[in-house]
């Protein structure tokens, strides 16, 4: 078993390796929509329709790609292969998503869904694999965590960088060929974010460990057994419905961004200064993870909302009055946004304690495969929403201006959905989830005594089960 520190450079690796698996990443999230309708002309209920079922293969794939990589064993080790291999692809089709080929509309489309589901899966793949190298680098759970901190801030640090050199670079190409502008911004983002991800897969050394969990291990319990006790776990059940509902809502407000400058506010030169800031706040909010430790986490999950809540009200109800507004509206939602971004986490665990005391089913790796399965579901739907939405309002593909209600209609994309679910998040969280510290410490002992009386039991049956011939 290896408790011992984590090198500085694996950590520096953790840094720059999630950092560079989300550069390209960003760049379709953001600009997808604008692309795909603006300079391939593509219908947006279309585009929405098409990146909705894109999000869900992806989302699919999720515990694929986790069962793969568990069976994964190579002299390079589990995970680093799947590392090394999603960072090219990712690069690769990164680039070929910004590309407009000569072909029909439909042809466009299918071009732009294959690209699209190719960046998704291969990202996931890369990431799944620099998260899951975790527990096979150190058993330490300090360790670990301070792996998870490395990680999310080189995620942050990284997205500011990238949304801050990503328009300049578009402008400036777009002067001599607009058309090739995207493909060639990706070449640069995604080289830059292909070199830390190497880095990652040269530094990491990874530990084959004979166990890395407590009792129980090779009890396996059927999928049908796992899957129903999710559906009796309230809580977890609870904190899915919010993760979906934000998930859509969030994609929404990322996804209008850039049209929103453009049509909207008519400030498409802001676009590298604003759209940084709901990174700038989760940075933030990661650095204050550590030291906020010792307060209640349902407690902070709850004024997380309430910060989210507060920044898009500000700008909501005063419609933008100001640029100061704005960019204090984008920089509390990133601080609220990355404070649940953090306890989510742990609030899942909490769930799974719940769960195996009242069902008796330990279920810890398919909750928390869930929490990406059920992001990607949320963006899915969101794009898509927002494709509906725009083509109702009268949004015309590739126009160099939208009518006055296209514009009030990205405004409210962009706000409403998202600040709409953050109220109803902090009002479910406060009438209906009750699993506070003090409640989660009662569950954890209980379970224990359960476990040691069921363990005395268990020896005091053996010799009875032996002299009357019956198991125990």
């Known amino acids: ?14 840094l720059i390796g999630m950092g560079g698996s989300v550069t390209v990443f960003n760049l379709t999230t953001m600009f997808a ?15 929405g329709t098409m990146l909705l079922i894109a999000k869900i293969i992806d989302a699919v794939f999720d515990p694929l790609c986790g069962a793969l990589i568990d069976r994964t064993n190579t002299r390079f080790g589990k995970v680093r292969p799947w590392v090394f291999i999603g960072a090219i692809i990712t690069f690769i089709v990164g680039i070929l998503v910004f590309v407009v080929p000569g072909f029909s509309d439909n042809g466009k489309l299918v071009w732009s869904f294959v690209t699209y589901t190719g960046v998704n899966l291969a990202f996931t793949a890369c990431t799944l694999g620099i998260i899951t190298s975790i527990p096979l680098i150190t058993t330490s759970q300090l360790e670990r965590v301070s792996l998870s901190a490395y990680q999310y801030i080189g995620q942050t640090a990284f997205s500011i960088v990238t949304t801050i050199i990503i328009m300049p670079l578009i402008t400036y190409f777009s ?12 070449l640069i983002v995604g080289g830059i974010g292909l070199v830390g991800t190497l880095f990652f897969v040269f530094v990491i050394k990874e530990n084959k460990f004979e166990s890395q969990t407590g009792g129980g291990e090779g009890v396996k319990v059927p999928l049908s057994a796992s899957l129903l006790s999710l559906v009796k776990n309230k809580y977890f059940l609870i904190l899915c419905i919010i993760v979906i509902t934000t998930g859509i809502a969030t994609a929404m407000h990322q996804s209008a961004l850039a049209q929103y400058l453009i049509y909207g506010l008519k400030a498409p030169e802001l676009a590298s200064a604003l759209m940084p800031l709901l990174y700038i706040g989760a940075f933030v909010a990661a650095l204050l993870a550590k030291p906020l430790a010792r307060f209640d986490k349902l407690r902070m999950a ?8 507060f920044g898009l009200g500000l700008r909501f109800f005063t419609g933008d009055a100001t640029m100061l507004i704005v960019i204090a509206g984008e920089v509390i939602l990133g601080l609220g946004a990355g404070l649940f971004s953090v306890y989510v ?5 909490d769930t799974i304690e719940y769960g195996y ?16 399965f059920q992001q990607k579901i949320g963006q899915g739907v969101g794009i898509s929403i927002m494709g509906f939405w725009l083509a109702a309002s009268g949004y015309v593909s590739g126009a160099p201006e939208q009518s006055e209600a296209v514009a009030d209609a990205l405004f409210n994309i962009h ?8 109220i109803l998040s902090l009002i479910v969280l406060q009438l209906f989830y009750k699993l506070d510290a003090k409640t989660v410490e009662g569950i954890i002992s ?3 005594a359960r476990d040691e009386a069921a363990a005395e039991g268990a020896a005091s049956a053996v010799p009875e089960a032996m002299q009357d011939g019956e198991e125990s």
Request: net charge positive.
């Open 1 to 14: 078993m290896n408790d011992q520190k984590v090198p500085l450079l694996q950590k520096f690796g953790f």
């Open 33 to 47: 929509m604008l692309f795909f309708t603006d300079l391939m002309g593509l219908n947006p209920a279309a585009v």
């Open 175 to 186: 002067q001599t060929a607009p058309l090739s502008a995207y493909w060639k911004t990706s």
């Open 302 to 309: 709850k004024l997380s909302f309430l910060i989210v809540a």
């Open 345 to 349: 986490l742990t609030l899942l665990m």
């Open 357 to 372: 005391l009242k069902n008796g089913t330990r279920n810890d790796g398919l909750i928390m495969s869930t929490l990406s």
């Open 415 to 422: 706000l409403l959905p998202l600040l709409i679910t953050s």
């Open 446 to 448: 209980d379970i224990k």
